[in-house]
T-cell receptor
Framework: DSGVTQTPKHLITATGQRVTLRCSPR?????VYWYQQSLDQGLQFLIQ???????AKGNILERFSAQQFPDLHSELNLSSLELGDSALYFC????????????FGPGTRLTVL | GDSVTQMEGPVTLSEEAFLTINCTYT??????LFWYVQYPGEGLQLLLK?????DKGSNKGFEATYRKETTSFHLEKGSVQVSDSAVYFC????????????????FGQGTILTVHP
């Protein structure tokens, strides 16, 4: 158990809908990262937050957004969902924002029908 | 930009066989290199890491050496077990002081390893 929790574990929804994925980092970790794992794109970095502020952005679609709250949990919002958004979404956390080890949560599997 | 290329899988071995999974990278600066393992239904776990050239990372019998001259970080294990069956990812974290890379990890495609008794 990495100490990073993600909810829900599975999510099934329809095209055009909006969903919110939640991540709680390890106690004491200030940085949260979101990654998407899909069959065609592999594992890709989406976005990083550090202590409530966006720190780095990767291949994140404009339909996707994220935020980190004062209690340091993070949410990833996916809207206008398409079939191709079906993937496993991982959250990771680290103490700092750059050189520290990242600890991964178990992931949320999103299926868009 | 940064990239990681991993040998195509899947890899199927018998127990006690020797394992090599090749990994090469492209990056500016001085990246840190990692191997992560993903067991079925679980998140990624850090297996080993190396932060500078010629460093050797090791854990649970697995080893990998950071070779800057060949931009490689191949994973090896002398004798695999059935419990090693998993997906293995090579990854790098950029070494640039500035820019927007910060702590993000860039992953290879992953290699599925299956070990038979």
């Amino acid at each position: 158990d990495s100490g990073v929790t993600q909810t829900p574990k599975h999510l099934i929804t329809a095209t055009g809908q909006r969903v919110t994925l939640r991540c709680s980092p390890r106690s004491g970790d200030l940085s949260v990262y979101w990654y998407q794992q899909s069959l065609d794109q592999g594992l890709q970095f989406l976005i990083q937050y550090y202590n409530g502020e966006e720190r780095a952005k990767g291949n994140i679609l404009e339909r996707f957004s994220a935020q980190q709250f004062p209690d340091l949990h993070s949410e990833l919002n996916l809207s206008s969902l398409e079939l191709g958004d079906s993937a496993l979404y991982f959250c990771a956390s680290s103490v700092g924002g750059r050189r520290e080890e990242q600890f991964f949560g178990p992931g949320t599997r999103l299926t868009v029908l | 930009g940064d990239s990681v290329t991993q040998m195509e899988g899947p890899v199927t071995l018998s127990e006690e066989a020797f394992l090599t999974i090749n990994c090469t990278y492209t990056a500016t600066g001085y990246p840190s290199l990692f191997w992560y393992v993903q067991y079925p239904g679980e998140g990624l776990q850090l297996l080993l890491k190396a932060t500078k050239a010629d460093d050797k990372g090791s854990n649970k019998g697995f080893e990998a050496t950071y070779r800057k001259e060949t931009t490689s970080f191949h994973l090896e294990k002398g004798s695999v077990q059935v419990s090693d069956s998993a997906v293995y990812f090579c990854a790098l974290r950029g070494g640039n002081a500035g820019g927007t890379s910060y702590g993000k990890l860039t992953f290879g495609q992953g290699t599925i390893l299956t070990v038979h008794p």
